[in-house]
C-alpha cells in the first residue's frame, strides 16, 4: 500500500473565547444588576445565543472573559442542582431538558478574569492561558448572528478557516456614516465570500475609512495574535484593541474577510436587541401567532400604519 502524499488539514477550532467584562452603560438601569450579556431573547439570554453558535461549530471548550462584577454569567453556566432535583421530581422534563442544554454534555466553561477594563484586544489576552497554541474564536455576544435555514455564522468560519488555514473575519456592508463603530478592512477582490484583508483600521472616521466593509463579532485568529498583543500599545479610545494586533498579523500571514450567510442584530443597541426580540418572536414555535397579533395591534393602537 502506498501512502498518499495528502498534507494534513489545519485543526479545527475547539476553543471559543467570550469577552463579557464590559459595563453595558448602554442600558442602564437594566444592567445596574443584569450583566448585558444576560438580557432576554424571548427566553434566552443573549450570551446562549453566542455559546449555540460556538458548540455548533464544533466548539468543546468555551472561555469567558469577565470581571468581579459578572457573577451572574458564571452562575448562569454553573449547574443547578436544586432546580434540576426539583424540575425532575415535578415530571417537568421540558423545562429541565431547556435548563441542561444551557451548557451541554461534554463542553466546559472556563471563567478568567479581566482585573481592569483596558478593551477587546486586552480581554482576548486575558484568555491566552486557557487557549494556549492552537487557533480559536473570539464571539462577541451583543453581535447575534441568526442564519435561519443553515449553519451558523462560526460553523461557516471554521469551514474557511480549515480549508484555506488561515484567519478569519466576518464581515458586512455598513453605510459610511457607521464606519466610526467599526473595525473597517482593506481586502483584496472577494471570490466565494472570501477576501484576503490588506488593511484593517479601528473605527474610522467616514472621510478617511478604507472602505464600508466591517468587522461583526466573529473572528478566528491563529495563536500568535497573544504575541502581537502582548506588544500592542494603547490605541483608538485609549484601548488596547483587538483590531490593532490584526493589523500587525497581517504583516505575518494571510487573514481573510468572510462575508457569512445570516442576518446580523447589533442587540449592543437598544434597537438591535428590540428587532432581534421582534424576530425571534415572529420565529417562535409556539409564540409566533400571538407575537404577530401582539405587533398588528399595537401598531392599530398607535395609529401607525405598517404598511400592509
Ligand atoms: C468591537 C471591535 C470592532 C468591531 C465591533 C463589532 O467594537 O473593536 O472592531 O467592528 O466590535 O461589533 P465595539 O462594538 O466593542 O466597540
Known sequence: MTASPVSSPAPRIRKAVFPVAGL?????????????????????????????????????????????????????????????????????????????????????????????????????????????????????????????????????????????????????????????????????????????ITGIVEKPDPGVAPSTLAVVGRYILDACIFALLETTRPGKGGEIQLTDAIAALLGEQVVNAYHFHGTRFDCGTHIGLIEATIRFALDHEALSDQARAAMTGALAELGIDDGD
Open 24 to 196: 453595558g452603560t448602554r442600558f442602564l438601569p437594566a444592567t445596574k444588576t443584569v450583566p448585558k450579556e444576560m438580557l432576554p431573547i424571548v427566553d434566552r439570554p443573549l450570551i446562549q445565543y453566542a455559546v449555540d453558535e460556538a458548540i455548533a461549530a464544533g466548539c468543546d471548550t468555551l472561555i469567558f472573559v469577565t470581571n468581579r462584577y459578572k457573577h451572574a454569567v458564571a452562575d448562569y453556566f454553573d449547574k443547578a442542582y436544586e432546580l434540576e432535583h426539583r424540575l425532575e421530581k415535578d415530571g417537568k422534563v421540558e423545562l429541565l431538558q431547556r435548563v441542561r442544554e444551557v451548557l451541554p454534555d461534554g463542553v466546559r466553561a472556563v471563567f478568567v478574569t479581566q482585573p481592569e477594563a483596558r478593551g477587546l484586544g486586552h480581554a482576548v489576552l486575558c484568555a491566552k492561558p486557557v487557549v494556549g497554541d492552537e487557533p480559536f474564536a473570539v464571539l462577541l455576544p451583543d453581535d447575534l448572528i441568526w442564519n435561519r435555514n443553515g449553519p451558523g455564522a462560526l460553523a461557516q468560519m471554521a469551514d474557511v478557516a480549515q480549508q484555506r488555514a488561515c484567519s478569519v473575519l466576518a464581515v458586512q456592508q455598513v453605510p459610511r456614516a457607521q464606519t466610526g463603530s467599526y473595525g473597517i478592512v482593506a481586502t483584496d477582490a472577494f471570490a466565494e465570500r472570501c477576501g484576503r
